[in-house]
């Protein structure tokens, strides 16, 4: 688990205005306590409960919380994953913010883990993109690993990975592979975006470490695989770009060959996960 964000926690609270929720200062006394549960409304895969846990907490490090699952636990609708017990105010007060991190996270844990069975049995892994939220990517790319999901680079300063602005910068694929072997440390993998085969065959001879195909037809993908299995068979295969999380479209895509099916759109479209708060 990552360490809480607290600062994050705490911003969102605030941006709430949970330490002046007028409506449960008006209605609850200040004396009240109560119990509640955190209850699944759908089936799918938990992420975020320690979040959920931690918000609650910054309001009141009293309360009691008890996680009846734990992350990355598949739950079914209906389902209880939390008891939390405290002042009636501050539940009320931190409800919103706690539902909103466990929904949120919880629903790109759900669509990893469908995407991932969608390609079970073939040689390919999920891996998440940066097409996360500012200021979420790392509680983002937790849920995404807690549904089976692997992480491509966390940041741009985690691998080298040539896209096309930057080959027409550096004056083609030859050029930027030459001018990041030169300059980019020895250990970090150099991998280039391709949309065309003949992209690939210069990427190829420029001695690129991973190939990524991008908005390739699923034809045109399968003979990419197999010009770089025959030319390198240890260059890794990524596809990318307009893949979706459609399971008839991903397994066709894992069918190819490559090693990597990189989706933006596990992070950023999402749906949420439905979870809600009930009073005992």
């Known amino acids: 688990m990552l360490d809480l964000p607290r600062e994050l926690i705490r911003h969102a609270l605030q941006e709430d205005g949970a330490q002046a929720d007028i409506t449960t200062l008006c209605t609850v006394p200040a004396e009240q306590t109560a119990g509640a549960s955190i209850i699944a409304r759908q089936a799918g895969v938990i992420a975020g409960l320690h979040i959920a846990a931690a918000t609650f907490r910054e309001l009141d490090p009293q309360v009691s919380v008890e996680l009846?699952?734990?992350?990355?636990?598949v739950v079914q609708a209906g389902q209880v994953v939390a008891h939390i017990s405290g002042p009636a105010?501050?539940?009320?007060?931190?409800?919103?913010?706690?539902?909103?991190?466990?929904?949120?996270?919880?629903?790109?844990?759900?669509?990893?883990?469908r995407c991932v069975q969608a390609i079970e049995g073939t040689k390919a892994r999920?891996?998440?993109?940066?097409?996360?939220?500012?200021?979420?990517?790392?509680?983002?790319?937790e849920a995404v690993r807690l549904g089976g999901g692997r992480n491509h680079r966390f940041n741009l300063s985690d691998g080298v990975l040539i896209k096309d602005n930057h080959i027409k910068a550096a004056g083609g694929i030859a050029q930027a592979v030459t001018l990041a072997r030169h300059l980019a440390p020895h250990l970090l993998k150099i991998e280039v975006e391709c949309e065309t085969l003949a992209e690939v065959q210069e990427a190829l001879e420029a001695g690129a470490d991973v190939i990524l195909l991008d908005n390739m037809p699923v034809e045109t993908m399968r003979s990419a695989v197999e010009l770089v299995r025959h030319v390198a068979p240890k260059v890794l295969i990524e596809a990318s770009g307009s893949i979706g999380t459609n399971a008839a479209k991903?397994?066709?895509?894992?069918?190819?060959?490559?090693?990597?099916?990189?989706?933006?759109?596990i992070t950023h479209s999402a749906p949420n996960f439905d979870v809600s708060l009930e009073f005992a």
């Open 250 to 265: 991903l397994a066709a895509v894992a069918a190819t060959g490559v090693d990597f099916i990189s989706l933006g759109a």
């Open 126 to 141: 999920i891996l998440d993109t940066r097409k996360t939220t500012p200021g979420l990517r790392s509680l983002e790319k």
């Open 68 to 73: 009846l699952v734990e992350d990355g636990a």
């Open 89 to 113: 105010r501050l539940l009320l007060s931190a409800e919103r913010v706690a539902l909103n991190f466990l929904g949120h996270l919880s629903g790109i844990a759900t669509v990893t883990a």
